[in-house]
């Protein structure tokens, strides 16, 4: 049964034997890029490359569900990258715009 699936998967139209399948796969080093800056200050975030990353992200979102075979690879890793790129965007948004939110260091 596990060798019929291994099959299945190495002969779907986006499996490994195609390009379908590696250009997301790789496309996860930006998602997983941008979750390694999540340390970094929000000052140090740059507005466009985290509007690139969201739009991206949504974009291929919806393409991938609507093409024929359904790529759930590229769907999965343009989620992650819409999730990083929003969750970046309010870190910087909120300090920029918003400062006295940031909680404040305690004196000892």
């Not at 800056?37 to 740059?46: G, I, T, W």
């Not at 992200?57 to 690879?73: A, D, E, F, L």
Request: charged content about 15%; overall charge positive.
């Amino acid at each position: 049964m596990a060798s019929s699936k291994l099959q299945a998967l190495w002969n779907h139209p986006a499996g490994p034997k195609t390009i379908h399948f590696w250009a997301p796969t790789f496309k996860w080093g930006i998602s997983i890029a941008n979750v390694a800056d999540f340390s970094k200050p929000p000052e140090k975030l740059s507005y466009p490359q985290q509007i690139a990353v969201t739009c991206t992200g949504i974009i291929w979102s919806r393409y991938s569900t609507v093409i024929t075979p359904k790529n759930w690879n590229l769907f999965s890793v343009n989620i992650a990258m819409a999730g990083t790129g929003l969750y970046q965007l309010s870190r910087k948004i909120k300090h920029d715009y918003f400062p006295d939110a940031e909680p404040a260091v305690a004196n000892e």
